[in-house]
């Protein structure tokens, strides 16, 4: 009953009634989009730095990362990669050593990768990340993928073959000639520079390091919380040593950290800012009814009778601005998780703490970044309402009614 | 990071052992009263404008793998030397040319010669306890350091006197501090011992099997320890060589080092 009074209520002044809806829809559209876009700004960031090839957490040696020496390889790293897969997460196995690098007059040193190819291809983004040419065949046919400054300082284009010289495991000297496949696109300094990758069965050829692997990179595309992969990685590999990927990278992680931080400031600002307009319009509409107050008051009601008008009447609209609102909020953000915002007119090529940074800047809409507009807008809706309300209520029916 | 990289790089560590240590000091090292400068000078003089060649083995015993290479070394003046592996197998053939401060090292197995970059003189050269840098830097040493006598007197049974090499303040040099100990009466070399930076033992080099060769005295064993890992080592062991040949330019070319 008060509901549907409530609601005729609502539609007896329509201009009224129209604004203040298109105020609290707009408003809960905006904060929709912005929520969602910050959160795809946080997940993009992540998201870069592990899918392309950190992953979200690593299995090594125990104080592998300290020396990086190639003798200090995984004692049982197929194992470690079947129990992965028996509980479906994606890894990749890599082996590491540095050695020289000599194309005509030019030589340079390099860290070199022993990959398997499908792998990287299935789990991980590098085989994608091209700037040149193609990354590793799946058959090791002598192939050699180099990072872009590598690949610059060398003088090197794809199909340009390169002397490689490498100290083996076993003290003598590895030498053969391998052809570039592909130049990758900027990744991160440190690879950019540094990196030449060769398929496994060639690295372990050319270093005499047959089985020797450094690295499992795991990466679950954010399906599971880290916590509980990086659970899943020491089931894996009990005797080795497990980091994720904020351990890996902690000046990315105290950047995401920093980030986290800001957009929660940001959408704090949003959300003050939206609901103080949508206040504003409440206020209004409300204050503009006290005569009316005052004149249901004179016929009989009570205080309490006319803060559950004004709070139904609040509820009925927030209701439905929200969800007009959220409507198109949700479109908003939807086309921006899926067409994205195109930023590389400000910055190309850009990195974050030496992670390449995609200048496709796209949304993330989760039920979160929906619900909590909607029901923070609905919120302010009513209790903006109230207090105008709560005034109408306490005053004398002769006095609201003289209200201006 | 990459200590270990296999810089097929200097002979020169060769050369520079013997002009900084009083490696073919002859008999004729009478005269007591040398200072610490004339004593590295008279070795210097009478190595460099001279040439030599010779063969060695040296064997490497690192914690996972012991190897021994023979070599085939030439040298001329101050600048050129060339080493040549002649086993094992594997490696035979491969080749190393410094002229200058520049390394080029030849590779049979792909035919090509390649040249050290600068990033790799502080590499290890052939996976020894010597590096790039032994040679290059070390080639200037006279005019990098300042000699001055240290201790003289007995030393475990042998006189001795020690000889403080200490960077000149502008030279670009990657020892803090050498320590040379050489015999009493013939100067001949019986340990040196490298610091770094912070003056920091990095390695020490002994001297051993002291014998005449072509006319010379001289220890014909070198053992290289590094500080921090005591149970690794890289021994020299000369097993001919010859002084004052006549060797052509042309020896130490980038046409001659693919032969």
Redesign the interface.
Known sequence: MIFRLAWRNLWRNTRRTLITLAAVGLNTAVLITSYALMDGLWKQIVSNATNLVTGEAQIHAPEYLVHRSIYNSLENPKKIMTALENQGIGAAARSYDYGLLAHESKSAGAQFWGVDPNREREVFGLADNMFQGRFLPEQPQHGIVLGKKLARSLNVSVGSEIVVVVQAADGSLGNDLYTVTGILKTVGESIDRNAAILHQADFQTLFVSEGRIHEIALNARGRLPLEDLAQAAVRAGPEAEVKTWRQLMPALSDIVNLLDVTIWIFLLIFFLAAGLGVMNTMLMATFERIREFGIIKALGAGPWRILGDVAVEALWLGLVASALGALLGLAGAYYLQEIGLDTSAFAADYTVAGVAFDPLWRADLTLKAAGVPVIVMWLVCVLASLYPAFMAARLDPVRAIQHV | ??R?????AGAGWIICLAVVLGFSLPSSAQDQALSAQEILDKVDDLYRGESSHGKMSMT?V??????TLRLEFWNKGKDKSLIRILA?E??AG?ATLRVGNEIW?Y?P??N?V????S??MS??W??SHFTNNDLVKESRFTEDYTFEKGFEGAREGVQVIEIDCRPKPEAAVVWGRVAVAVRQGDYLPLESKYYDEDLNLARTMTFSRIQEMTGRTMPTVMTVVPADKPEEKTVVDYEEIAFDLDLSDEVFSLRQLKK
């Open positions: 990071m990459n270990r990289v296999a810089a097929i490497i690192t914690a996972h793998w012991t190897r094992p594997k490696e491969t090292n590779l197995k792909v090509r390649i040249k050290l970059p990033s790799m590499a290890s052939m996976g």
